[in-house]
């Protein structure tokens, strides 16, 4: 019961923060959640940690005037803070440990390290959006227009307008968002998903693609935000001879992983947990995860970088062939 929620933040400065490079499921959750706590008489701070912004994030933010910042020293938070964590959890990658104290999580990834919150909601559905929206739903609460918008922005985003890992609950939410949103700012969010700057990452997909069998590998040999890795993989994976769409990003601190899948057969969590060990860690859903290694892994591998990425490239498309049927070796 969320409201269990409520009490937990009675005291102290309450801070929610989503996943590091916020998606737009992200960004949705978070605001979602900052207008239901305030309906309580809770005010909160969104924050998130990663420098980069981008067009689809900044096009929400500016159009509803979500008060979002990136986490600096500047926002003075404590270690009796409260952190309401929001479509991610404690100990994942893409979550930076924050001086305050993580009460509560909000979340709907499988969960890896099992962590001891005092509110958990972590559901294994399509979009966190969706378990925001089945608060307001819960509690009947009036949903504004604006936060129905975002949220079912997010839910589509994140489900790929509803064609990847849609549950019970994102149907249950779907009409519900889906009357009360303002589908003219809906399709603007849309059509403003990507920036000019963008395209290098894409131009980079385009020249580097290697397809074994299904599996369609692309490196970005720069550093980019997940979100849009993740627009990588959507578009490499749209492709009629990829499947499986494996996108690798170079950082300064190490090498990230985003796999997409569209088999049955194919589990994106397990092939990143299970191959990225133990030089880093991965894990996701059956449809999307992400994984991350390290440099100094990298680094005290001995080999170099392009040498790395090919052992690393061997290894999914090993696991990869193991667990398709009839692919050929
Ligand atoms: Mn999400």
Redesign the pocket.
């Known amino acids: 019961m969320v409201e269990k929620l409520f009490e937990i933040l009675q005291t102290g400065r309450i801070f929610l923060q989503t996943h590091n490079y916020p998606?737009p499921?992200?960004i949705a959750?978070a605001f979602g959640l900052q207008k239901l706590l305030a309906h309580f008489g809770l005010k909160s701070e969104i924050c998130y940690v990663g420098a980069a912004e981008r067009a689809s994030v900044n096009t929400a933010v500016r159009e509803f005037d979500i008060d979002i910042a990136p986490y600096s020293e500047a926002l003075g938070m404590q270690e009796d803070d409260k952190i309401v964590l929001v479509?991610g959890q404690k100990l994942n990658a893409n979550m930076t440990d924050l001086p305050g104290d993580e009460v509560a999580c909000i979340d709907?990834?499988p969960i890896y390290n099992v962590i001891e919150y005092q509110y958990s909601d972590i559901r294994l559905v399509g979009?966190?959006?969706s378990i925001i929206a089945d608060y307001y739903d819960e509690l009947k609460l009036p949903m504004p227009s604006e936060v129905a918008t975002m949220l079912l922005y997010?839910l589509q985003v994140?489900t790929g307008y509803m064609t990847r890992g849609v549950n019970e609950l994102d149907l249950k939410v779907f009409p519900l968002l889906y009357r009360k949103a303002d589908h003219n700012r809906l399709e603007l969010l849309a059509s403003r998903s990507l920036e000019f700057a963008d395209l290098k990452a894409f131009g980079a997909a385009i020249n580097n693609i290697q397809i074994y069998d299904k599996a369609g590998f692309v490196h970005i040999p720069f550093a980019c935000p997940d979100a849009l890795i993740a627009q990588v993989a959507d578009f490499v994976l749209s492709l009629a001879e990829v499947d499986i769409a494996v996108i690798s990003s170079s950082r300064q601190n190490g090498l990230k992983f985003s796999v997409r899948s569209v088999l049955p057969e194919l589990h994106s969590g397990n092939l990143l947990a299970e191959t990225m060990p133990p030089y880093g860690n991965g894990g996701g859903h059956a449809s999307m995860a992400g994984g991350f290694i390290k440099r100094e892994s990298i680094e005290k591998s001995g080999l170099s970088a392009a040498q790395f990425l090919s052992l690393m490239h061997q290894r999914l498309l090993g696991y990869i062939r193991d667990h398709l049927p009839g692919s050929e070796a």
């Open positions: 998606d499921d992200a959750s479509d709907h990834h979009a966190c959006s997010g994140d």
